[in-house]
């Protein structure tokens, strides 16, 4: 079992940015899968970054060269510096470990390739 908290949500004006934390205790971070996903009233939960624990990154094409996803294995805490905020990205953000049974690469771009969820931080973009 894996805890997760997020921070550093907000409101910030369109073009700003913002940089979420999300800090794990548990299982050995440097060993899990990391992922962000964010989720619009309304709408589905989606994917947006991910970094296993080999430290290579994934993102979802809507926020590529926007975002930046990385991990600090001393702080056991991994970020998602958003960069360019648009009003679309408004969302509840939530980060989330990898599942020890998704083993592929398409599985930690699906809410179904983690087990375990923060309780997620509001971001806000305004126009």
Same mark, same amino acid.
């Given at each position: $079992? /894996?805890?997760?908290? +997020?921070? %550093? ?20 971070? #440097? ?12 709408? +589905?939960?989606?994917? /947006? ?13 809507? /926020? ?16 998602? $510096? ?5 009003? +679309? ?9 990898? #599942? ?7 599985? $930690?771009?699906?809410? %179904? ?8 931080? $509001? ?5």
């Amino acid at each position: $079992q /894996v805890q997760l908290v +997020e921070s %550093g949500g907000g409101l910030v004006q369109a073009g700003g940015s913002l940089r979420l934390s999300c800090a794990a205790s548990g299982r050995t971070f #440097s060993s899990i899968g990391m992922g962000w996903f964010r989720q619009a009233p309304g709408k +589905e939960r989606d994917f /947006v970054a991910a970094i296993p624990w080999t430290g290579i990154t994934y993102y979802a094409d809507s /926020v590529r060269g926007r975002f930046t996803v990385s991990r600090d294995n001393t702080k056991n805490t991994v970020y998602l $510096q958003m960069n360019s905020l648009k009003p +679309e990205d408004t969302a509840v953000y939530y980060c989330a470990a990898r #599942s020890p049974s998704c083993s592929d690469y398409g599985c $930690q771009l699906t809410v %179904g390739g983690y087990d375990n969820w923060g309780q997620g931080t $509001q971001v806000t973009v305004s126009s």
